[in-house]
């Protein structure tokens, strides 16, 4: 992935934010947030583990509800927007939120814990690696200097049965509103978020290399140019362009008038105009060779 690829993936926005405790009104929530110092606006999203409440507002929508709130006093929206920017990371108390349901929550967190899980299932087996190594060691004579750094050979099943029967875990879960996001688990969120938008941005440059290839393969192959006509009839045979009587179109609806399928006509037609060349090239080399 090139650099400029990075820092697209690396953009800040909502998204990209890591989930933080948040405590107000004696109830536990999570809450994120973006502020942008270019346009003055603002994006927060809070959740108390069953609902998720979005407040989007750019700088347009804080003058009027500003006027709407406070009739009689002016303010500058960059103030504005530092203020509760202020309210929001200070945790202020007597500060209101009312905001719509929205969700960003669920799949980075089912992609956080299948990192997790990967990262475990690495470390189990670096452990059982280091027995192994430890062991060719006491073969080969070696002792420790220290009868306290011995430890006893890592089982996979009996540590998982151990961590589900430890106290730790039900602490863990009673507090989990609390400790769920720590500052290692929001560096994580944000690492996965880039990641998802990497995958997401690798997808879609693979589709549009794998269209060029067709056509780059269709061309060299000497494909007819009928079997990419819209219009042919699959009574015709593909070896035979049918002449065509200009029809004057219907009016397309907006859903057909769409970017993607304005795209794909395009290619059609490109395809369609580059096996034409082709064929003629054809044609004319044969003549040449009958002189």
Not at 129 to 151: N, P, Q
Request: hydrophobic share 30%; net charge positive; charged share 35%.
């Amino acid at each position: 992935m090139a650099a400029s690829d990075e820092d697209f993936c690396r953009k800040e926005s909502l998204i990209s934010q890591p989930w933080r405790p948040f405590f107000i009104n004696n109830k536990h929530f999570l809450v994120k947030s973006y502020f942008s110092n270019l346009s003055n606006a603002y994006e927060i999203c809070i959740s108390d583990f069953n609902k998720i409440w979005l407040e989007v507002s750019d700088q347009d929508t804080i003058k009027t509800r500003n006027k709407e709130l406070n009739p009689n006093i002016e303010a500058d929206v960059t103030y504005i927007v530092k203020h509760i920017k202020k309210n929001v990371e200070e945790q202020q108390q007597l500060t209101k939120y009312q905001m719509q349901i929205s969700s960003s929550l669920l799949e980075p967190l089912v992609d956080m814990v299948a990192e997790l899980q990967r990262r475990q299932t690495e470390l189990q087996n670096l452990l059982e690696k280091k027995d192994l190594e430890i062991s060719d060691y006491k073969a080969s004579g070696v002792k420790l200097s220290h009868k306290r750094f011995e430890t006893k050979t890592f089982d996979r099943e009996a540590f998982n049965n151990k961590m589900v029967l430890s106290s730790g875990f039900g602490e863990t879960v009673a507090k989990s509103k609390t400790l769920g996001f720590t500052e290692g688990l929001q560096e994580l969120y944000k690492q996965v978020v880039i990641k998802r938008a990497w995958l997401q941005e690798k997808r879609l440059r693979e589709t549009e290399v794998s269209e060029d290839s067709l056509l780059e393969t269709a061309i060299g192959s000497g494909v007819p140019s009928s079997l990419f006509s819209d219009t042919a009839s699959p009574n015709v045979s593909p070896q035979i362009s049918p002449r065509k009587t200009p029809v004057p179109s219907p009016q397309k609806s907006s859903t057909e008038n769409s970017p993607s399928k304005d795209r794909e006509l395009q290619r059609r037609e490109e395809l369609r105009r580059k096996l034409e060349e082709e064929e003629e090239r054809k044609k004319r080399k044969k003549k040449k060779i009958k002189l």
